[in-house]
């Protein structure tokens, strides 16, 4: 699954931005920019597990910028890369995790079944 389409609209709810994206299986959903940083993949932000060892980042005082996105990439054919304004620029989010973070009214309400295409 890959979008085919990915932009930046205004986003009403938190009066900030969103990503609105567009994907092949025809659904269309956006992620405000918040949800997406808060669910930055990258070690920094979510731990990592080292030898069965699990390391949790400690919580880091929010930073301005921290929910501007000022930059975004495609990396590969599998990612997005997006650099924020408070200067961290190291999650890499696949789109599988793109999508997983979607929230538009149908995935948030679960009422879609998530079809698995084989
Ligand atoms: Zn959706
Ligand atoms: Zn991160």
């Known amino acids: 699954m890959i979008p085919t389409q990915i932009k930046f609209a205004p986003d009403e709810k938190t009066k900030g931005e969103q990503l609105a994206m567009t994907w092949d299986d025809g659904h269309r959903g956006f992620t405000s920019l918040r949800t997406l940083r808060d669910h930055c993949p990258c070690a920094g932000c979510k731990g990592e597990t080292i030898l069965l060892k699990s390391y949790t980042p400690l919580p880091q005082p929010e930073l301005p910028g ?6 975004a990439h495609q990396v590969g054919s599998y990612a997005l890369g997006v650099s924020w304004g408070d ?6 989010y696949t789109w599988e995790h793109l999508r997983s973070l979607c929230e538009c009214d149908l995935c948030i309400s679960g009422t ?5 295409q084989q």
């Open 66 to 71: 921290k929910y501007k996105l000022t930059g």
């Open 87 to 92: 200067g961290h620029a190291t999650g890499l």
């Open 112 to 116: 879609v079944e998530q079809q698995v």
